[in-house]
């Protein structure tokens, strides 16, 4: 029985809800309807009555970006309200309340978030957003630290893993566009042609670079450390200046913590390199662009001590079981231990953070920061600076061995 919802079958099916046709309050006739979605998926209304808004979220059968030429699960509207719900219990506050879903119609509706942006619209017009290191690092220590093998048993990890294990389509999205595509002729990729003619040819080419995208790609599909957004870009934040609220998790599965990780920091360093191409006074160039670097600073040490305090607090999964490290000696070990992991866990990270960046820049799917630079060539300089960048962070990633490497390379980048 799934049908896509207009406004006039959107309106009618929100006025046969009780609940929310009293919260938005007046007439059902006299609500404002509006389809905002600017995303690759779905649509999006927001709805308003006299009394209060929502906003609610429609999976179509096929990507929009694209057209029905590219059918999509509906089921994915169900992994995103499965995802947000978790993610509400661990994170509170940190993502819109869920105000109802149908799973046939693959339709959600939230708490309509007022005035929050997409983050990224903010980024391209050099808005800083002071709570935003601390809030992005808090959701992703508590969703990753207490849905991995350090928080559950192996019972419940196992069932979780299980619970998502259907969202395979959204993966392979990600495992083609991200991981494949990029590096070979696909008919979907584009680039900023003529000026980056070479540098495309080039990555098809380059086997170190071939290498290890390959070894990423394994990593995303084979190793399922936590229940991950998917999909963390600047995109999928809604921000202000005292709030940050994570949307869209419609890409959640169990995979490799430091793909989430890496998304924040790749689509901060973007914006970072974008700031060149953007009409802007030196000044504000200048405040925008070392508030950026400082951010993906505060992101990863935000987030590596949130998840090591969360995991010295008391782990009772079945990973590193408290049996083995009992004593002193036992605790001065696991403490080395849980710096090994933090540490390979940044390896993955800043790996993770190069192949979303390259990907925006050659793939299908582009961003706003990069394309709203209107003149070519100015956007091609900024792209080339973060692709150099990205380029080392993939084949070298162990080299980078704190984020200061990263944001100091970044630096070294800036009028490269
Ligand atoms: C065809 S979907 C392209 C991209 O949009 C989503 O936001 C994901 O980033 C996906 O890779
Ligand atoms: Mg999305």
């Given at each position: 029985?799934?049908?896509?919802?207009?406004?006039?079958a959107?309106?009618?099916?929100l006025?046969?809800?009780?609940?929310?046709?009293?919260?938005?309050g007046?007439?059902?006739?006299?609500?404002?309807?509006?389809?905002?979605?600017?995303?690759?998926?779905?649509?999006?209304?927001?709805?308003?009555?006299?009394?209060?808004?929502?906003?609610?979220?429609?999976a179509?059968?096929?990507?929009?970006?694209?057209?029905?030429?590219?059918?999509?699960?509906l089921?994915?509207?169900?992994?995103?309200?499965?995802?947000?719900?978790r993610q509400a219990?661990?994170?509170p506050?940190?993502?819109?309340?869920?105000?109802?879903?149908?799973?046939?119609l693959?339709?959600?509706?939230?708490?309509?978030?007022?005035?929050?942006?997409?983050?990224r619209?903010?980024?391209?017009?050099?808005?800083p957003?002071?709570?935003?290191?601390?809030?992005?690092?808090?959701?992703?220590?508590?969703?990753l630290?207490?849905?991995?093998?350090?928080?559950?048993?192996?019972?419940?990890?196992?069932?979780?893993?299980?619970?998502f294990?259907?969202?395979?389509?959204?993966?392979?999205?990600?495992?083609?566009?991200?991981?494949?595509?990029?590096?070979?002729?696909?008919?979907?990729?584009?680039?900023?042609?003529p000026?980056?003619d070479?540098?495309?040819?080039?990555?098809?080419?380059?086997?170190?670079?071939?290498?290890?995208?390959?070894?990423?790609?394994?990593k995303?599909?084979?190793?399922?450390e936590?229940?991950?957004?998917?999909?963390?870009?600047t995109?999928?934040?809604m921000?202000?200046?005292s709030?940050?609220?994570?949307?869209?998790?419609?890409?959640?599965?169990?995979?490799?913590?430091?793909?989430?990780?890496?998304?924040v920091?790749?689509?901060l360093?973007?914006?970072y390199?974008?700031?060149?191409?953007?009409?802007?006074?030196?000044?504000?160039?200048?405040?925008?662009?070392?508030?950026?670097?400082?951010?993906?600073?505060?992101?990863?040490?935000?987030?590596?001590?949130k998840?090591?305090?969360l995991?010295?607090?008391?782990?009772?999964?079945?990973?590193?079981?408290?049996?083995?490290?009992?004593?002193?000696?036992?605790?001065a070990?696991?403490?080395?231990?849980?710096?090994?992991?933090?540490?390979?866990?940044?390896?993955?990270?800043?790996?993770?953070?190069?192949?979303?960046?390259?990907?925006?820049?050659?793939?299908?799917?582009h961003?706003?920061?990069?394309?709203?630079?209107?003149?070519?060539?100015k956007?091609?300089?900024?792209?080339?600076?973060?692709?150099?960048?990205a380029?080392?962070?993939?084949?070298?990633?162990?080299?980078?061995?704190?984020?200061?490497?990263v944001?100091?390379?970044?630096?070294?980048?800036?009028?490269?």
């Open positions: 029985d799934y049908r896509i919802l207009h406004e006039a959107l309106r009618d099916y006025a046969g809800l009780p609940e929310l046709r009293a919260l938005l007046g007439e059902p006739a006299a609500w404002a309807i509006t389809e905002v979605g600017d995303g690759n998926l779905n649509l999006v209304f927001i709805v308003k009555g006299t009394r209060g808004g929502i906003a609610v979220k429609q179509l059968p096929y990507v929009r970006l694209v057209g029905e030429s590219w059918p999509l699960p089921s994915r509207a169900h992994y995103e309200y499965l995802a947000l719900s219990q661990l994170a506050g940190l993502v819109p309340a869920l105000l109802h879903h149908n799973e046939t693959a339709l959600t509706v939230m708490e309509l978030l007022e005035p929050h942006i997409i983050m619209k903010g980024l391209v017009a050099a808005t957003y002071p709570r935003f290191a601390d809030d992005i690092t808090t959701f992703m220590a508590r969703t630290f207490f849905t991995s093998d350090l928080a559950l048993t192996a019972a419940e990890k196992k069932e979780a893993i299980a619970a294990a259907g969202n395979h389509a959204l993966c392979k999205i990600t495992e083609d566009l991200i991981f494949t595509d990029p590096y070979r002729i696909a008919e979907q990729n584009r680039w900023t042609a000026y980056l070479a540098l495309a040819a080039a990555l098809r080419d380059d086997m170190e670079l071939h290498v290890a995208i390959s070894r990423l790609k394994l995303f599909m084979a190793s399922p936590a229940l991950i957004h998917g999909d963390l870009h995109g999928s934040i921000v202000t200046e709030q940050t609220r994570v949307i869209d998790p419609e890409f959640a599965f169990y995979g490799p913590m430091g793909f989430d990780v890496g998304a920091l790749a689509n360093l973007m914006a390199f974008a700031s060149a191409g953007h009409e802007r006074s030196p000044g504000e160039r200048h405040a925008f662009e070392g508030w950026v670097l400082e951010t993906v600073e505060q992101v990863w040490a935000g987030f590596a001590g998840f090591l305090d995991w010295r607090a008391g782990a009772s999964g079945d990973a590193y079981p408290v049996s083995l490290f009992a004593g002193e000696k036992g605790a070990r696991l403490e080395a231990e849980r710096q090994a992991y933090m540490q390979r866990l940044f390896t993955d990270t800043v790996g993770f953070a190069a192949a979303k960046t390259i990907r925006r820049i050659f793939g299908l799917a961003n706003i920061d990069f394309e709203l630079i209107e003149e070519p060539k956007r091609a300089v900024s792209e080339a600076r973060a692709v150099r960048l380029r080392g962070m993939m084949v070298e990633a162990v080299a980078f061995r704190t984020i200061a490497d944001t100091g390379a970044a630096r070294k980048l800036r009028d490269w």
